[in-house]
């Protein structure tokens, strides 16, 4: 454990907060993509397998917990008792066309060809993409409410000081691994574009649009 990991952690951790009030409070989950947050369920699920196995202290225990436990419950909220707000019409985008591909990378590139390394490796591949159905949400309505902002400004740099985590884990324990750092590039460049807007914008009180 190290700053750049703890502070990711509590970021990622802010994110879903911030997810799971807007919908409560606002008994609402219009602007939120459902096949994003379908993707990361399966992220957390395929890659806390370990969960009952592999202990490795109980803040580890804890976050993975919390983790599978917010994503289903957001599930729960969106398709079940929130159901009649969720915007179906604008949550388009084919998550075959993510699918497919990261599970084939993940047979291809894997740290060893074991059921559960092969399904690490596809939840790291898929949490790189899997935020992409929420982009391509708020492309298309043109515009993000400030709290979904926050969410995913939160989301984002959860990635982005895990890749200063494991920057430091090199230098500090020579620590090294590609799979993981290569998909968190990956993923911290898709923010980039909406990074800009919502320092540029969202900070200074303006509503977030972005071109359809």
């Not at 983790?67 to 929130?82: C, R």
């Not at 995913?152 to 895990?162: Q, T």
């Not at 985590?165 to 909406?194: H, K, M, P």
């Amino acid at each position: 454990m190290n700053i750049f990991r703890l502070l990711g952690d509590l970021s990622h951790l802010l994110a879903i907060v911030i997810l799971l009030l807007k919908i409560w409070k606002s008994r609402s989950c219009a602007g939120i993509s459902g096949k994003s947050q379908f993707l990361f369920a399966l992220v957390y699920t395929t890659r806390y397998l370990d969960l009952l196995t592999n202990y490795v202290s109980l803040y580890n225990s804890f976050m993975k917990v919390v983790f599978i436990a917010a994503s289903y419950g957001t599930l729960y909220l969106m398709y079940v008792k929130f159901r009649a707000t969720y915007d179906r019409n604008h949550d388009t985008f084919r998550v075959e066309l993510l699918l497919i591909p990261v599970a084939a990378l993940a047979l291809l590139f894997n740290h060893e060809f074991s059921v559960m390394e092969v399904l690490w490796a596809f939840s790291i591949y898929l949490e790189a993409v899997a935020i992409l159905p929420q982009l391509f949400m708020v492309s298309k309505t043109g515009e993000a409410e400030s709290i979904t902002s926050h969410y995913l400004f939160a989301l984002g740099s959860y990635r982005a000081l895990y890749i200063l985590n494991w920057i430091y884990r090199y230098y500090g324990e020579s620590f090294q691994d590609w799979i993981a750092v290569v998909a968190g590039i990956v993923q911290t460049i898709l923010y980039c574009d909406f990074f800009y807007l919502y320092i540029t914008k969202v900070l200074k009180g303006k509503k977030l649009q972005l071109p359809a």
